[in-house]
């Protein structure tokens, strides 16, 4: 058995107000916390690494999602269930079988 615990990727701060005076702020402030499109491609390309380790190399993953092999989880915050969801499709690409609903 593997166990791989995994951070978000790159977000938007918690503190936007630190930029207050930038005219980018607003931007910042409606993202504030929120995964960041760097961050899903983080957690897309470390899904993908795992995925050519071990699906390709190693064989010890089935090159198809396989409900029985794979238990995956997230607390319940957007930006974690967002590294989640971009790290599984690196890990089980599309036509591998996975649904994300």
């Known amino acids: 058995m593997v166990q791989i615990a995994i951070r978000h ?12 005076d930038k005219p980018y702020y607003l931007y910042y402030k409606e993202r504030e ?3 960041s ?3 899903m491609l983080q ?3 470390l899904g993908t ?21 794979i238990y ?7 930006r974690t269930l967002q590294s989640l969801q971009s790290f ?7 036509r591998t079988g996975i649904t994300l609903l």
């Not at 995956?72 to 957007?78: E, P, R, T």
């Not at 599984?88 to 599309?94: H, T, V």
């Open 33 to 35: 916390g929120q995964l």
């Open 49 to 69: 690494l795992i995925r050519q380790d071990y699906v390709t190399n190693q064989k010890f993953l089935p090159g198809n999602y396989d409900v029985n092999s």
């Open 88 to 94: 599984l499709i690196g890990l089980y690409p599309l």
């Open 9 to 20: 990727g790159a977000r938007y701060s918690l503190y936007p107000e630190l930029i207050k």
């Open 72 to 78: 995956a989880f997230s607390s319940n915050v957007n």
């Open 43 to 45: 957690q897309y390309n």
């Open 37 to 39: 499109s760097v961050g």
